[in-house]
């Protein structure tokens, strides 16, 4: 009767654990495993600069998330330089810096183009991620004015 409690038990726990999405399995003859799903997912935070005039980006650059910070492009070293940055930047890949975190609110920065009138800004200072991906523009400046022709 004891193996047959045991069986019925098994059957009622793996039932009950497929139904919930639960991963249950015997690793033995008595023994069961029970591997609960996680609660916690990512979402990708995603920074992209706005082009200034509509075609205007800054290369180096970097965004920071919660302390973490990723540039591009990947293989730039820190502290960004500032006696140079590129504003013509052809792989649009480059405009773009995202992280992978759960829901929560994070505390942002960017940086690039300093020293020679180039600036990038952010609207707010928080990123709010909710049960989904954020997109965060990046205001690009530089020190002239745009024209009709760029």
Request: charge should be negative; proline fraction near 6%.
């Amino acid at each position: 009767m004891r193996n047959g409690a045991v069986a019925a038990l098994l059957v009622v726990a793996l039932l009950a654990g497929a139904a919930a999405g639960y991963f249950i399995g015997t690793t033995g003859e008595h023994t069961t495993t029970l591997t609960l799903p996680t609660t916690e997912r990512d979402f990708q935070v995603t920074f992209q600069q706005v082009p200034y005039c509509g075609k205007y980006n800054i290369l180096p650059w970097a965004s920071t998330l919660n302390g973490i910070t990723v540039v591009q492009p990947s293989n730039q070293s820190l502290p960004l330089p500032t006696d140079q940055f590129s504003t013509i930047v052809p792989d649009k890949n480059l405009t773009r810096i995202t992280f992978s975190v759960p829901s929560g609110n994070y505390n942002a920065t960017v940086e690039g183009g300093a020293g020679f009138g180039g600036e990038l800004s952010l609207d707010a200072s928080e990123v709010h991620v909710n049960g989904s991906n954020v997109f965060v523009n990046v205001g690009v400046w530089l020190g002239f004015t745009c024209t009709p022709d760029g």
